[in-house]
């Protein structure tokens, strides 16, 4: 395997993954937020920024999140590209780092996913 096909997998890989964190981190915060209001109120919600775009139209609310979903793809897509341009001996560490990130985000999906559902069932966040 050449040193472009396995950079090329491992970007393929990344972008793999990040589209999973951007369906925990929106479609499913997003879905489980709008069930939360509905079941607790929207007062429950801990995050202020998504607290007062409950209150707003369902058609800004899907707005402002495709509007995150352009911004993040497009912050990935240079991210990428310079993953791709690092010099050979740099590159492995780099992806170390985007490797974390990645995982950070993960993370930080599933936690949002579980503080949504214990509002949902038990009327209180994890916080």
């Known amino acids: 395997m050449t040193e472009h096909t396995s950079v ?7 972008w793999e993954w990040v589209a999973v964190a951007l369906f925990l981190l929106l479609s499913v915060d997003l879905l489980t937020s709008l069930y939360a209001a509905a079941v607790v109120g929207v007062d429950a919600e801990a995050n ?9 139209p369902l ?8 509007g995150v979903v ?3 793809v497009g912050f990935f897509y240079g991210l ?5 341009a690092t010099p050979v001996r740099f590159r492995r560490p780099y992806g170390y780092l985007i490797e974390l990130w990645l995982g950070l985000l993960l993370a930080t999906g599933l936690w949002v996913f579980a503080n949504n559902l214990s509002v949902i069932v038990l009327g209180e966040g994890l916080l």
């Open 70 to 72: 352009v911004l993040a």
């Open 48 to 56: 202020p920024l998504m607290r007062s775009l409950l209150g707003e």
């Open 8 to 14: 090329q997998q491992r970007v393929a890989e990344y």
């Open 80 to 84: 990428m590209r310079t993953y791709v």
């Open 59 to 66: 058609a800004v609310l899907l707005a402002v999140h495709l």
